[in-house]
């Protein structure tokens, strides 16, 4: 376990005066089909090195207003799943707040735990996934990654769900009865009318938010580098509109943002996806938030970038 990762090969700020914190949770213990997410959170690390500060979208470089802090990994040596998630949740609620918080995984079933420790008050979770993640148990756990979001429900969060293409039939027929629930099935984003509902809908959000990025939810022939890749799926530029819509509404608290599941694998594409996923957070949130018209005195002051 590395103790001095970074991003973009940034120095880390003081955890205190961080704007954004990165949180690398290599937690991989429930997966069920391709192994290798507890490299994840490395391999985004890794590949950001390649990223230019510039983000195109926005027009500005995030960091030369942001101070950003990648922390070190989570601990997630415990003999029991319920001692890792109660580290877990104990860890999270001792970060600062008043930042972005963006954790990187590791297996889909570390999301509660950030969630109710991070958005105590309740709120709404935006879930990309390709897995509905609403079984009771699976495997005989609750902590098993397809359970994460019966779990955000039981606490009575709000869920919405994008871009779901694999699940069980008690699954869907919780969805149909469950109010608090709104799932935009994968099929059906592909019309442009229900694209643009589901779009209005994350615009007029307000409150507490948490985003939660499995990135199965992307179209596998742009991602590889997932456990349990479904046919189908988001279009990298459907996902970047989706993170500018939650991310530019002001009327919503970006309680945090996860980005899960990677695999890392040998092309690397998967790996500078999920950092550029991880840049285009950080650029829209800080762009909407008045950053640039702040002191320029980011992470990359100082550093050559040539
Ligand atoms: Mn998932």
């Known amino acids: 376990m590395s103790q001095s990762q970074s991003f973009l090969s940034l120095p880390n700020a003081p955890v205190e005066s961080a704007d954004a914190l990165i949180l690398p949770v290599p937690y991989e213990r429930t997966v069920t089909y391709k192994p290798g997410?507890?490299?994840?959170?490395?391999?985004?690390?890794?590949?950001?090195d390649q990223l230019e500060f510039y983000e195109e979208d926005a027009g500005w470089?995030?960091?030369?207003?942001?101070?950003?802090?990648?922390?070190?990994?989570?601990?997630?040596?415990?003999?029991?799943?319920?001692a890792f998630h109660d580290h877990l949740h104990e860890h999270v609620k001792k970060l600062p707040?008043?930042?972005?918080?963006i954790a990187l995984g590791g297996e889909h079933s570390v999301t509660p735990e950030m969630v109710f420790a991070r958005m105590p008050q309740g709120g709404t979770v935006v879930q990309i996934d390709a897995h509905a993640d609403l079984r009771p148990a699976y495997h005989g756990s609750?902590?098993?990654?397809?359970?994460?979001?019966?779990?955000?429900?039981?606490?009575?969060?709000?869920?919405?769900?994008?871009?779901?293409?694999?699940?069980?039939?008690?699954?869907?027929?919780?969805?149909?009865q469950d109010k608090?629930?709104?799932?935009?099935?994968?099929r059906t984003l592909q019309r442009p009318a229900i694209w643009e509902r589901m779009i209005q809908q994350l615009a007029s959000l307000q409150g507490p938010v948490w985003l939660t990025i499995d990135m199965d939810g992307f179209d596998p022939a742009l991602i590889a580098g997932v456990g349990t890749p479904q046919p189908g799926g988001l279009s990298w530029h459907q996902g970047v509109e989706?993170?500018?819509?939650?991310?530019?509404?002001?009327?919503?608290?970006?309680?945090?943002v996860d980005i899960l599941e990677l695999v890392p694998e040998p092309?690397?594409?998967?790996?500078?996806?999920?950092?550029?996923?991880?840049?285009?957070?950080?650029?829209?949130?800080?762009?909407?938030?008045?950053?640039?018209?702040?002191?320029?005195?980011?992470?990359?002051?100082g550093v050559d970038d040539e």
């Open 242 to 256: 989706i993170i500018e819509t939650l991310m530019g509404n002001e009327d919503i608290d970006i309680c945090g």
């Open 180 to 186: 608090a629930i709104t799932t935009y099935f994968d």
């Open 267 to 301: 092309s690397r594409v998967s790996d500078m996806m999920g950092a550029k996923l991880v840049q285009k957070c950080l650029s829209f949130w800080g762009k909407a938030r008045g950053f640039h018209k702040g002191a320029a005195n980011g992470s990359q002051i």
């Open 37 to 48: 997410t507890r490299q994840g959170p490395a391999a985004i690390l890794a590949a950001s």
């Open 142 to 176: 609750i902590y098993n990654h397809a359970c994460p979001m019966n779990r955000i429900r039981q606490r009575e969060y709000e869920l919405i769900q994008i871009g779901i293409r694999s699940l069980h039939a008690n699954e869907a027929e919780l969805i149909a």
């Open 61 to 82: 470089c995030p960091t030369e207003y942001l101070k950003l802090a990648v922390l070190p990994s989570v601990d997630v040596d415990f003999l029991s799943e319920q």
């Open 97 to 101: 707040g008043d930042n972005l918080l």
